[in-house]
Nanobody, 120 residues
Framework: QVQLVESGGGVVQPGGSLMPSCEAP???????????MSWYRQAPGKERVLVAH????????NYEHFVMGRFTISRNNAEKTLYLQMNNLKPEDTAVYYC??????????WGQGTQVTVSS
């Protein structure tokens, strides 16, 4: 069973907004609630880098400097879904966005990614 599924990417003009989401059909509700989650991104020809991280209860959030003040990470544990609200998008935000589950008892899980393109 697929563990993590991202969606909600797309093409947007500079200054626009998108909100990708990451569902976890392969993880139980109990396990999901105990799992810290992250968003990463990988631009063409570059390494995959961390964008934002959120703790299990959603109250501990950390952002990389290049998205601070523009992106907001959130989660709904009952629906096993992770979100990334992206505002004031810039061309340099163009990348494939991946979610990652930091399982406490098992290897980290990755989704297949969702493409975000910022272009005029």
């Amino acid at each position: 069973q697929v563990q993590l599924v991202e969606s909600g990417g797309g093409v947007v003009q500079p200054g626009g907004s998108l909100m990708p989401s990451c569902e976890a059909p392969g993880i139980s509700v109990v396990t999901y609630a105990e799992t810290p989650m992250s968003w990463y991104r990988q631009a063409p020809g570059k390494e995959r880098v961390l964008v934002a991280h959120i703790g299990t209860a959603g109250d501990a959030r950390n952002y990389e400097h290049f998205v601070m003040g523009r992106f907001t990470i959130s989660r709904n544990n009952a629906e096993k879904t992770l979100y990334l609200q992206m505002n004031n998008l810039k061309p340099e935000d163009t990348a494939v966005y991946y979610c990652k589950a930091h399982l406490l008892n098992g290897p980290d899980l990755w989704g297949q990614g969702t493409q975000v393109t910022v272009s005029s």
